[in-house]
């Protein structure tokens, strides 16, 4: 499995924009990157996931360049509700076996 | 449309007891995980089941035993409870194996081991 490295926390303002950067430099060709987003008390919950380019949903936008080496979690406009721990996973959906591996992700902080 | 359930949501266990964690899916999903969480960590993976009457062990199994049964059920059991295993228990479900495949979360169970 490719290891992903993202900040351990971030802050930010209701209404901001917010970009959430992970590094996977050894991603494999048949590897897809999702995000997991976990409220505090809630198990995590599946947003939004990707091979390349852009993918957008009601949640949020993931860009991913071309090289697919790192990738961003683009959260728009955020709000207080949209504080929690934010997940980067990097494996083939194919082939990945059963080791879903979650790092201690991004902890967003949104201030009013 | 009640996804995966768990039960109980808190518990508080004292050294050596012994007790079962219930999960259950309403989804038909063949793939079921059993992950803790520590404090400020990440997800570890215990065991996980690619459908009923086939189970094997993840990351961090020491100390737990599943079984399942039939494919909604997932029950995990921990027999000599140690404080090492007070944590945050959550249960998962998929439809299709694999890392990239969505996975879906109750919102887990809380047990401390006094």
């Known amino acids: 499995l490719a290891k992903t490295t993202q900040p351990i926390s971030m802050d930010s303002y209701e209404g901001q924009e917010v970009n959430i950067t992970c590094s996977h430099n050894?991603?494999?060709?048949?590897?897809?990157i999702t995000w997991y987003q976990q409220f505090p008390s809630q198990g995590p919950r599946f947003i939004i996931q990707?091979?390349?380019t852009k993918v957008t949903n009601e949640v949020a936008s993931l860009f991913i360049p071309a090289d697919r080496k790192s990738s961003t979690l683009s959260l728009p406009r955020v709000s207080l509700s949209d504080t929690a721990v934010y997940y980067c996973?990097?494996?083939?959906?194919?082939?990945?076996?059963?080791?879903?591996?979650f790092g201690a992700g991004t902890r967003l902080f949104v201030k009013a | 449309n009640a996804g995966v359930t768990q039960t109980p949501k808190f518990r508080i266990l004292k050294i050596g007891q012994s007790m079962t964690l219930q999960c259950t899916q309403d989804?038909?999903?063949?793939?079921m995980y059993w992950y803790r969480q520590d404090p400020g960590m990440g997800l570890k993976l215990i065991y996980y089941?690619?459908?009923?009457?086939?189970?094997d062990k993840g990351e961090v199994p020491n100390g737990y035993n599943v079984s399942r049964s039939t494919t909604e059920d997932f029950p995990l059991r921990l027999e000599l409870a140690a404080p090492s295993q007070t944590s945050v228990y959550f249960c998962?479900?998929?439809?299709?194996?694999?890392?990239?495949?969505?996975?879906?979360f109750g919102d887990g169970t809380r047990l401390s081991i006094l």
């Open positions: 998962a479900s998929s439809l299709l194996p694999g890392v990239g495949q969505p996975q879906h």
């Open positions: 050894n991603i494999a060709t048949n590897d897809y």
């Open positions: 990707g091979y390349k």
């Open positions: 996973l990097v494996g083939d959906p194919n082939t990945g076996g059963f080791k879903t591996i």
């Open positions: 989804m038909n999903h063949n793939y």
């Open positions: 089941s690619v459908g009923a009457g086939i189970t």
